[in-house]
């Protein structure tokens, strides 16, 4: 499994674990589209159910140093205009995405063992066989401001995340 294939799905699993949004929220991972509720039958909706939370991950790069990797992972909440017109549903889900990437950030940044980042790690190693060997950083990225398009409400963000691997 590529490594923007695999931390995509333990992001994923971390989110539909630990965020408090509810089960009615689709998790679509671009890389994973099966992971939560798999493809829409109906033409109308094609691939997404909503309240959607969309997440998708770059190929790794490595930085100058050639020897430190990084995938850059964006997370999109996305409701349907005509039923989420106050933008409760999305600002809800927004916000329980952000404290979870909150919790996660604050965790690696402190050292701290704690249950999301424990099991978030632990999805990885699974995905990689353990390939991936520890994170180096993890950075809030660029901020994407609330907007609307073809009907649907979106708003979202991008995590970074620098690791090393064992095979490199």
């Not at 990885?124 to 398009?149: K, Q, V």
Request: aromatic share 10%; proline share 4%; glycine share 8%.
């Amino acid at each position: 499994m590529t490594d923007a294939k695999a931390i995509e799905l333990a992001l994923a699993e971390t989110i539909r674990k630990y965020a408090e949004f509810g089960s009615e929220t689709t998790i679509r991972a671009w890389h994973n589209m099966n992971f939560d509720g798999g493809l829409d039958s109906n033409p109308e909706n094609g691939d997404r159910n909503f309240p959607l939370l969309d997440i998708r991950t770059t190929p790794h790069s490595t930085d100058d140093s050639q020897s430190t990797c990084f995938v850059d992972a964006t997370l999109i909440c996305a409701t349907i205009i005509d039923d989420d017109r106050d933008h409760q549903i999305i600002s809800d889900m927004y916000e329980a995405v952000q404290t979870l990437a909150d919790k996660l950030f604050s965790q690696f940044r402190t050292g701290t063992d704690g249950e999301e980042i424990t099991y978030f790690n632990g999805m990885i190693d699974t995905h990689t066989d353990n390939r991936i060997a520890t994170f180096a950083s993890m950075t809030i990225n660029d901020p994407l401001p609330p907007y609307e398009e073809g009907g649907v409400n979106m708003i979202g963000f991008g995590i970074r995340m620098h690791y090393g691997r064992t095979d490199f």
